[in-house]
């Protein structure tokens, strides 16, 4: 098959240079080479014996590859270019936000005085770093309309336990003991993870026929036993939870504490705010909202913001302002201590406070206008060629379905995805939510631009309409053929995980484990 310009996604799939496999740096590895090398001084050497106590010395040295800088330049390199990332195209895995981040954010992280700076460094020292993390958290609240935060949480699920600890935390300091947790069938699955980490039961309530909580399910669920409700909003249908004053309600009345997950911020950014509708707690993604790569399992941050009632709580120590005018660190009164080492993962923290500097309350408004703008312009885009369960307007993404497409042709929602990567765009989130059948969960996002958006709707017409075509339903099953890796088989490659550098040795455990 040939490969078709490439619109809005990735510029072309241009032939790889050399073979398909690039060795790993430890294979590059040859003795004697360094990527380094420093000029003599004159000031004299040291024995290491002198500089490092032998207790904290190794016994033996670290195993680390020798490369020279050429080596590891050419490497890397070769490696992004086998890369599909958010620079260098339309990334619309639904539920992640994968926009585009701005660079701003990443010059203002790489400033010496901010990257070069060790947590320990006496408050007399870092008084910069304490206001900008206090300025955050100050922004934070305002954004959310809640009263503090705490900035440790390292990602959003760690956000979520944070969250239920200091549920627990609330209860214990009201003598009320309660076991179980409301969550939505709508909700982000590391919801019900979190709960269960935190030593909680996970009760679950249906969605109504318009995608939302149903409140009458909600009503019979909960009781005294009910510690809290955990609500996705928008929920991961794209929704907007039509009754969430109604929901507020329910919860309080019951005792319970009403919990946003606000992963997805940009949904509602400078629009509404979870502290007005009556949430107790809610956390943030600003790895998503807020402007920090991800995807690689790299740093993030999940920062917690609370209402009155429950900052006594929050972890420590915070950082503070101080009231002879500096700034300084302070351990909230009935803390339930630590959630990260340090001050949480301090650089994505920056970039996050640049963000909102750099977009000000009206940048990060239109933020959400154009996530939902173009969420919702695909929506009518794709009507009549995916199924769209729960058709009414959405937020910041849309969840459509191949069930049609499968039921005619035998086609899933896999198919669309991997057809999807040969035409120059990431793939959406696939099989979620699972209250839709072969759903694709697509999350445009706002850095996109119309035509973009005009380019990936093109692209999953032309996919529908090849597999209603002879021959296409097997087309889009071969794909993707113009990527480096085609189809792998996914429940093997989470069965049977092979984490080691060396190619050779997991070749040889492949066939030891595959003939056992
Ligand atoms: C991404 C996401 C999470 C989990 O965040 P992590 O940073 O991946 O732990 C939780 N809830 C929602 C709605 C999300 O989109």
Redesign the pocket.
């Known amino acids: 098959m040939t490969t078709r310009p490439l619109a809005g996604g990735r510029a072309s799939s241009a032939p790889l240079m050399g073979s398909d496999a690039e060795p790993t740096i430890f294979e590059l590895s040859a003795p004697s080479r360094s990527a380094w090398s420093l000029r003599r001084t004159g000031v004299p050497e040291y024995p290491l014996e002198e500089l490092v106590p032998p207790e904290h010395r190794r016994e033996k040295p670290v195993q680390l590859p020798d490369v020279s800088e050429r080596d590891l330049v050419a490497h890397f390199t070769r490696l992004s270019q086998r890369q599909y990332a958010v620079d260098l195209g339309a990334y619309p895995l639904g ?2 936000t994968m926009k585009y981040n701005p660079k701003l954010c990443d010059v203002i992280a790489a400033m010496p005085e901010l990257a070069n700076v060790h947590p320990a460094a006496p408050p007399a020292c870092t008084q910069g770093w304490i206001r900008l993390l206090v300025e955050l958290e100050t922004a934070l609240c305002e954004i959310t309309g809640m009263a503090a935060a705490t900035l440790q949480p390292a ?4 956000g ?1 336990l944070t969250g239920l600890l200091l549920m627990r935390a609330w209860h214990e300091s009201q003598s009320s003991e309660r076991h179980r947790v409301i969550i939505p069938d709508s909700a ?1 699955g ?1 919801n019900p993870a979190s709960v269960t980490l935190a030593g909680y039961a996970v009760t679950t309530v249906s969605s109504d026929s318009n995608g939302c909580v149903d409140i009458r399910s909600l009503r019979e669920a909960i009781d005294d036993d009910v510690a809290g409700v955990m609500l ?1 909003n928008p929920n991961t249908l794209g929704l907007f939870e039509e009754g969430i004053l109604e929901i507020a309600a329910v919860a309080h009345e019951a005792g319970a504490l009403l919990y946003y ?1 606000g ?2 911020l940009n949904a509602i950014l400078g629009v509404t705010r979870p502290g007005d509708m009556g949430f107790d707690i809610v956390h943030l ?1 600003l ?2 909202t807020f402007a920090t790569p991800h995807g690689g399992g790299g740093p ?1 941050a ?1 920062p917690v913001a609370v209402s009155e009632r429950l900052s006594p709580f929050l972890p420590g120590p915070r950082p503070v302002r101080l009231e002879t005018g500096g700034f300084g660190w302070a351990m909230p009164e009935r803390s339930i201590g630590r959630m990260h080492s340090w001050h949480g993962n301090a650089l994505v923290l920056a970039r996050a406070l640049a963000y909102i500097i750099a977009n000000g309350a009206d940048g990060l408004r239109k933020v959400a206008e154009a996530a939902v703008l173009n969420a919702n312009w695909l929506r009518e885009r794709l009507r009549g060629l995916y199924d769209i369960p729960y058709d009414r307007p959405v937020m910041h993404e849309l969840v459509v379905s191949a069930a049609t497409l499968r039921k005619r042709y035998g086609t899933k929602a896999a198919d669309v995805a991997k057809r999807l990567l040969e035409e120059g765009f990431h793939a959406p989130t696939v099989s979620f939510p699972l209250i839709v059948d072969e759903a694709l969960m697509i999350e445009p996002t706002e850095t996109e631009s119309p035509q973009t958006v005009e380019a990936l709707a093109e692209a999953l017409e032309r996919i529908a309409q090849e597999i209603s075509e002879e021959g296409g339903a097997d087309s889009a099953r071969a794909a993707p053929r113009t990527t480096l890796v085609g189809r792998v088989d996914e429940a093997l490659a989470a069965r049977r995980l092979i984490p080691t550098w060396d190619i050779g040795q997991a070749r040889d455990l492949e066939s030891s484990t595959s003939s056992g």
């Open positions: 539920s992640c990602a959003g699920a760690a979520e982000h590391t996705t997950d992963a997805n993604n790895h998503k993030g999940g």
